[in-house]
């Protein structure tokens, strides 16, 4: 919840038209002229909104907790709120009331707009349904695609410093967003800003420094607080930028952006499914012709062999294998547990010598695709094998590109780039693939989208026939893997070593080395103690 103290005691618009358009407060021809006030309630402290006629004693009033506006003309908004009428020996009644507001100039509907989003952060959370039979309030997109507790914990999550810290202090992420602003200053000179998912208020004060008009910057978490006092503390910057709390699936904006602004990217491009708000932002706020920084991402995917981290992954269900745990047989939990590390997806740096063919990569264009082609991917893979190998399963990174009118400029998190926040993303095959120098590899990467913000991940890659006469063969080999992006193993204590293929040690004796101290330690090989604790703060 916002702090009063980010608010003004009031805020009042004079020589304002209104009226109740109710039917049964139409035939008492309720409303006319006059001023509206936003403040608090003396008794409760409640936000509300009072219509005061001239020269009358009493106002309209609704309170801001379960409100809603809607913008009928340029200068006409519709105020919607619940209410409730109780008479002695009736049953309760619910109801909604609407009231038509009309300003005067532009200038003073946008501010009409804002002071309502800004009042209604003190008055409860927006987006409630009105119970009556006439006028309902659907549920955004959002919360009818995700579960209320998963964005419960998605929200909690970014509206910590520590977190945005951790974003912050990725400085080829932040430098990145920031070159790209900078150097493209005649796309943000006197252009009103949208950005989208503001978190700490950062990029609002990059597109302010680049001399934006203005910045609406949309943040749906507790951050907002924190970025309010950031952008006050910037006065040169911040007098032109207004923080507004919310889902942009639900905020209303007095105007449209000339550009768009936002990170909206997770691990593998599109885990947290971030990306499908800041398409449905582009369709709600983005005027035509409008620019969006990033304007497209990229997923890059290329087969590998690295028989150490097969090796780690396999270990890890050694524990199952037992036979005596005080006194318990645990090996019919063995296969299981085998299964489970291998549904895991491996977020780590890798040396990219472990990559056996050249990486495909899969496009989204966020100025043209629909919310809707997010929802499930389906991308065919076709590779050559570079060498003669075991392929244990598909390397994943992406990038962006901000398609500036100066400049292009990309953030890469490929493997052998400065190392960002994100990692790469490696899915491991419980059963891997052997192939030739010059033997194609083939399969597909199918992604579905899931209510808990992520994806499920299916993949399936053959080798082909190979040598003289391969064009007539078929399938030699196939491996499959269902993996959850929600879900991965964070192998963050080190760059692996890069071992050459001919000097791999063959599984058996990688076993024997490694599964004696990894059962002993109780450990997952390959992260600390303090990082198995503290993985969570990687969700990205």
């Known amino acids: 919840m916002a702090s009063a103290d980010m608010f003004p005691s009031a805020d009042m618009f004079p020589n304002v038209s209104f009226s109740d358009v109710n039917a049964a407060a139409a035939s008492q021809e309720a409303g006319g002229g006059g001023k509206a006030v936003f403040g608090l309630d003396g008794a409760s402290g409640a936000a509300r909104l009072s219509f005061v006629s001239t020269g009358a004693d009493q106002a309209m009033e609704i309170y801001l907790s379960d409100a809603q506006i809607f913008k009928l003309g340029r200068t006409e908004w519709l105020c919607v709120s619940g209410e409730t009428e109780a008479k002695p020996g009736v049953e309760e009644k619910l109801f909604s009331r609407a009231i038509k507001v009309v300003l005067r100039t532009e200038d003073e509907s946008k501010a009409f707009s804002l002071a309502f989003q800004r009042w209604k952060q003190l008055g409860g959370k927006a987006g409630e349904p009105l119970e009556n039979g006439s006028i309902m309030l659907p549920k955004s997109k959002f919360d009818t695609k995700i579960e209320a507790s998963s964005a419960q914990m998605y929200f909690h999550y970014y509206g910590q410093l520590l977190h945005q810290q951790n974003m912050l202090q990725d400085f080829v992420r932040t430098g990145t967003y920031y070159a790209a602003v900078m150097e493209n200053r005649s796309d943000f000179e006197g252009r009103v800003v949208v950005d989208v998912g503001a978190g700490s208020g950062i990029l609002s004060l990059f597109a302010a420094q680049a001399g934006a008009k203005h910045v609406y910057a949309v943040e749906a978490s507790e951050m907002v607080e924190h970025a309010q006092r950031l952008i006050s503390g910037n006065p040169s910057l911040g007098q032109r930028i207004t923080i507004i709390k ?30 499908e708000s800041y398409v449905i932002a582009r369709d709600r706020f983005l005027a035509p012709g409008g620019k969006m920084f990033p304007t497209t991402g990229r997923i890059h995917m290329a087969p590998f062999s690295d028989e150490y981290l097969y090796v780690e992954m396999a270990n890890k269900a050694l524990f199952w294998q037992q036979h005596n745990f005080f006194g318990v047989d645990l090996t019919p939990l063995h296969s299981s547990a085998f299964d489970g590390y291998f549904s895991q997806p491996v977020v780590d740096a890798f040396d990219p010598r472990l990559l056996i063919s050249p990486p495909t990569y899969h496009t ?42 100066t400049v292009q400029r990309w953030l890469t998190t490929a493997p052998g780039s400065p190392t960002t926040h994100w990692y790469q993303l490696r899915c491991v095959l419980a059963q891997p693939l052997y192939v030739m120098a010059g033997q194609e590899i083939t399969g597909r990467l199918h992604l579905v989208a899931h209510s808990a913000q992520s994806y499920t991940i299916y993949l399936t890659l053959s080798a082909k026939m190979w040598g003289v006469g391969a064009e007539q063969g078929g399938i030699l080999q196939t491996s499959t893997a269902k993996l959850e992006l929600k879900e991965p193993y964070y192998r963050l204590s080190q760059t692996q070593q890069y071992i050459p293929q001919d000097q791999q040690q063959p599984l058996s004796s990688l076993q024997a080395q490694g599964s004696g101290q990894q059962m002993q330690d109780g450990l997952s090989p390959g992260i600390t103690v303090e990082q198995e604790r503290d993985s969570a703060a990687f969700t990205r």
């Open 246 to 275: 919310g889902k942009v699936e639900e905020v209303e904006l007095p105007e449209k952006a000339d550009i768009l602004i936002s990170e909206p990217m997770g691990t593998l491009l599109v885990n947290e499914r971030m990306l």
């Open 364 to 405: 989204l264009d966020f100025t043209k695709m629909k919310e809707e082609d997010l929802y499930e991917m389906d991308i065919p893979l076709s590779f050559v094998s570079s060498v003669g190998t075991r392929v244990h399963g598909l390397a994943c990174w992406f990038d962006v590109l901000f398609d500036g009118s």
